[in-house]
């Protein structure tokens, strides 16, 4: 497969803020499992081992992927406790993207930050979702303004259109498009609502002022125009977000399945492909970072095919027997 057309992605943030859900959501949408599993029901495809059943947590990163829009998206779903955060470090040597997720209602947290701290530390391409959209005292923009402190400092990229149990679509910040949800993740265009039609300008300005800064060409146009095309502050925002200066911000439920597609294209548009960033050493802040070279004197023969990065292959086998020693422990100490 070109490796342009893939995507390796990781999912990180804190305990129950729905990494699992989200991951989830994103293969029913992808048509790779045709049920929408739950972690509180034992069902999702990546929580799959009886102590995760049981104690309905994830305990160890798992993987799995999906196709969208001819792009395969590879997922790596880490586990949220920190007691496992040497998952975390050995998903992200294997990634060239991730999914900061965070709760509507709990917002930034010290998981985190935490998932922050080794995000910055390797300088990981990275969008931020806001998940869990539908549940009480969700607030999109006071988790985007609480933010507002950290460098690179996020940008929201969509504004909601509704909120709690009233979420019901987005409007693109760099279109001007707005999106109804439907069934399966999937989204249909509709006019954008015309209370929020002052809001989506306001909020546009910050997202085209941090595209524009990426470019000097761009950036002497909009001082001259004031204003970027659609597909100008896409492009930028997507060498942006590749150079880890420009950090987008989404929002979805992912219990009800909404708004994974729009998250599901911008994946596809905005995160690196592992020919334009290849993946390095540990995460672990203040280690020193050391580059990992996919093999080109011959193709690999790992699960991903083709020249498959090394450091994914060995992750796969190193993940594989450090899970099965630490759940035999587990059921021992149960």
């Known amino acids: 497969m070109d490796p342009d057309k893939i995507r390796n992605v990781a999912l990180l943030g804190h305990s129950h803020d729905g990494k699992t859900s ?7 949408a992808g048509g790779t499992v045709d049920r ?4 509180d029901a034992g069902n999702t495809t990546f929580d799959f ?4 059943i049981k104690r309905k947590i994830s305990i ?3 993987i799995a ?12 779903d880490t586990p949220g406790f920190q007691d496992f955060t040497g998952d975390v470090c050995g998903a992200l040597r294997a990634a060239e993207g991730a999914l900061l997720v965070v709760g509507a209602s709990t917002g930034v947290i010290v998981g985190t930050e935490l998932a922050w701290q080794q995000l910055r530390a390797r300088n990981l391409p990275t969008l931020i979702v806001v998940n869990k959209m539908d549940k009480e005292n969700a607030d999109y923009w006071k988790v985007v303004d609480a933010f507002k402190e950290f460098s690179p400092r996020p940008v929201s990229i969509q504004a909601p259109i509704g ?3 009233g979420f019901k679509g987005v409007v693109d910040l760099l279109t001007r498009k707005a999106y109804e949800f439907e069934t399966q993740g999937r989204a249909k265009e509709v006019p954008v609502p015309g209370e929020l039609a002052a809001e989506v300008e306001s909020r546009r300005s910050p997202l085209v002022e941090a595209a524009a800064e990426t470019d000097d060409t761009l950036l002497e146009k909009y001082l001259e125009s004031g204003e970027l095309s659609g597909a100008e502050v896409t492009s930028a925002l997507a060498k942006g977000v590749a150079a880890g200066a420009i950090v987008p911000v989404l929002c979805t439920a992912a219990g009800k399945s909404l708004g994974i597609g729009t998250l599901l294209d911008a994946i596809v548009a905005l995160l690196p492909s592992p020919r334009i960033r290849r993946p390095r050493g540990c995460c672990a802040r203040g280690h020193r970072r050391r580059r990992v070279r996919a093999p080109t004197s011959r193709p690999s023969s790992g699960p991903l095919g083709c020249r498959a990065p ?5 992750f796969g086998i190193r993940y594989s027997l450090a899970r099965s020693r630490f759940m035999q422990k587990l059921r021992l100490d149960s």
């Not at 090394?310 to 060995?314: K, L, M, N, T």
């Open 22 to 28: 989200l991951a989830e959501a994103m293969l029913y």
């Open 36 to 39: 929408l599993g739950r972690p």
């Open 49 to 52: 081992e009886p102590e995760e």
């Open 60 to 62: 160890g990163t798992a």
């Open 65 to 76: 992927h999906l196709t969208w829009r001819e792009h395969k998206i590879n997922l790596l």
């Open 163 to 165: 909120h709690e149990a």
């Open 310 to 314: 090394q450091a994914f292959v060995v």
